[in-house]
């Protein structure tokens, strides 16, 4: 025999809250799941693209004996980005960086004369510039002796415009 | 709908599909000049000049990718010029005006990476002058005016990999002009167009 279906009883209201709080709260909690998550994705592909390690050369480094030195020469310090200038004085060391942009000078040797070749500035032998758009002399960089006999240039240590070592 | 008057529609309508356009031949050469191309500081320039004197028909692909870019950065500013006469960055396209400021600094940085990857003379004094005016910049750069953040935290840092521009360089220049910025490019050009369409199509009946 066909039984008629019961009649739907009605449900307690407090039931019908707690399923909605059961399900709102779910929501929220699949929002905050996605956005907890997006967060710590974004911050450390932020962290991954600073390195821990970099593979660069030294800060400090040494540059040859002084006797290597000719007076009144400057030598660029290949890949080091340092000019080493010997004057009848002593030694100093300039930073091969340009003040304005960052390139490399050139030593013109016939005209006393440092150019740089991006945008024109001109430095003179001590490092001051005197013509383009570089706003600041050369970085002078501190320069010793170490116990072996040799130039140790530590670019770290900017050193003022009056420093040099005694030859 | 807002349509721009008839009287004004001119060949300037057009040129903001021809910076599209030439955004598509971009992204249609550039990945088979990266059957060649690799990142690697010492072996890049080589590529590129096998490339150039070597490959197939190479020279005729990298030209078109290079003049392609040129006239992109040509068209898209004239475009700016064109909706800035024609007032066209005015209600209901605010948006799309910021939309495509955004536009015109992603396509000024794709040529400033772009530019870097031969790794010849001028590519990387190029990319250190960049570099340096990065290091410049206020907040984010540790030299700029407001800096707030260490020198190995700034923007000069991010970019490089380190602080002398080498092999990180590269590899972080090459991501940035293939992957990241292209993917800005194409996803905010997207936006761009459907935002033309939310405003009541282009300028109107041709």
Same mark, same amino acid.
């Given at each position: 025999m066909f039984k008629p279906m019961a009649k739907a009883e009605a449900i307690d209201p407090k039931k019908i809250a707690r399923r909605e709080a059961i399900r709102k709260g779910l929501f929220w909690a699949c929002w905050g799941v996605f956005v907890g998550f997006a967060g710590i994705l974004g911050a450390s592909i932020v962290r991954f %693209?600073?390195?821990?390690i970099v593979f660069e050369p030294s800060s400090i480094f040494k540059a040859g004996k002084p006797d290597d030195y000719k007076a009144g020469s400057v030598s660029l310090i290949h890949g080091r980005g340092v000019f080493v200038v010997r004057t009848e004085k002593g030694f100093y060391a300039l930073s091969a960086k340009c003040t304005h942009l960052g390139c490399q000078p050139i030593w013109y040797e016939d005209q006393q004369v440092f150019k740089c070749p991006c945008h024109g500035a001109r430095f003179d032998k001590e490092g001051i510039?005197? %013509?383009?758009? %570089?706003?600041?002399p050369l970085p002078r960089f501190h320069l010793s002796l170490s116990p072996d006999g040799r130039l140790l240039v530590d670019k770290s240590i900017n050193v003022g415009m009056d420093f040099f070592l005694e030859a | 709908m807002k349509w721009v008057p008839l009287g004004l529609v001119r060949y300037t309508v057009c040129l903001g599909g021809l910076s599209v356009f030439f955004f598509l031949l971009c992204i249609l050469t550039g990945p088979f000049l990266m059957l060649y191309y690799v990142p690697d500081v010492n072996r890049a320039h080589a590529d590129v000049m096998d490339i150039m004197q #070597? #490959?197939?028909f190479g020279s005729f692909v990298r030209n078109v990718h290079r003049w392609a870019a040129c006239l992109m950065i040509v068209c898209v500013p004239a475009h700016m010029t064109r909706v800035f006469l024609q007032a066209a960055y005015k209600p209901p396209r605010q948006l799309n005006w910021l939309v495509g400021i955004t536009l015109l600094i992603l396509t000024y940085l794709m040529c400033f990476t772009g530019y870097m990857l031969p790794w010849d003379q001028e590519a990387y004094w190029g990319a250190t002058i960049g570099a340096t005016m990065a290091e410049n910049s206020p907040f984010l750069g540790a030299k700029g005016p407001f800096s707030v953040l260490p020198p190995d935290k700034d923007i000069h840092y991010i970019m490089l990999g380190?602080? #002398?521009?080498?092999q990180p360089t590269l590899s972080r220049f090459f991501f940035a002009h293939c992957i990241a910025i292209p993917g800005a490019l194409a996803g905010l050009m997207g936006f761009h167009f459907f935002n033309i369409h939310r405003a009541g199509g282009m300028s109107g009946p041709l």
């Open positions: %693209a600073y390195p821990r510039n005197f %013509a383009g758009p %570089a706003p600041l | #070597v #490959v197939p380190g602080t #002398v521009l080498d």
